[in-house]
C-alpha cells in the first residue's frame, strides 16, 4: 500500500490519528514530533515556503526511493475503528488508511529535523 500527496499545510502540522478518537496533544513546543497514545503530531515546512511530498505506506524504509530520509519517530498509535487518517488542524482529512488492528505501530522519516519538505509515514 502506497498513497502520496503534496500539500502546503496550514500552521506547517499534520496530524496522524483515527480522526474521530484521536487526543490531540496539548503543546508541540517547537519540537518537530509530539504524541499522545492515539495523536502523533509533525511538523512540515512552512506553507509559505512550498509543498510537503507526504507519503503513507506500509513498505520498509530501504524499499524507498530517498536515502536522506531520517527515522523522526517510532511508537504506537490507538486507532480503535482501524483506520489511521492524516489531517490538517482544520481537521480535514487528506490521506486516510483502513488498518488490521485497534494499535498499530508507526514509524515516521522525515528529509529534515527542523522544516521537512518531505514526510513518509510507515504503518507496520
Not at 5 to 32: Q, R, Y
Not at 78 to 88: A, H, I, L, M, S
Not at 89 to 100: K, N, Y
Amino acid at each position: 500500500m502506497k498513497s502520496e500527496i503534496n500539500i502546503a499545510p496550514k500552521n506547517a502540522l499534520l496530524l496522524i490519528m483515527d480522526l474521530e478518537h484521536g487526543v490531540i496533544p496539548e503543546k508541540i513546543g517547537g519540537h518537530l514530533v509530539v504524541a499522545t497514545s492515539s495523536c502523533i503530531v509533525i511538523g512540515t515546512m512552512s506553507e509559505i515556503d512550498g509543498e510537503t511530498n507526504l507519503v503513507l505506506t506500509d513498505k520498509a524504509q530501504s524499499q524507498l526511493s530517498d536515502p536522506n530520509m531520517l527515522l523522526v519517530y517510532t511508537g504506537t498509535l490507538d486507532t480503535p475503528r482501524k483506520r489511521v487518517d492524516v489531517c490538517n488542524v482544520q481537521l480535514d482529512c487528506v490521506l486516510s488508511v483502513e488498518v488490521e488492528s485497534k494499535k498499530c505501530h508507526i514509524e515516521l522519516w522525515a528529509n529534515d529535523k527542523k522544516e521537512p519538505n518531505k514526510i513518509c509515514i510507515r504503518i507496520q
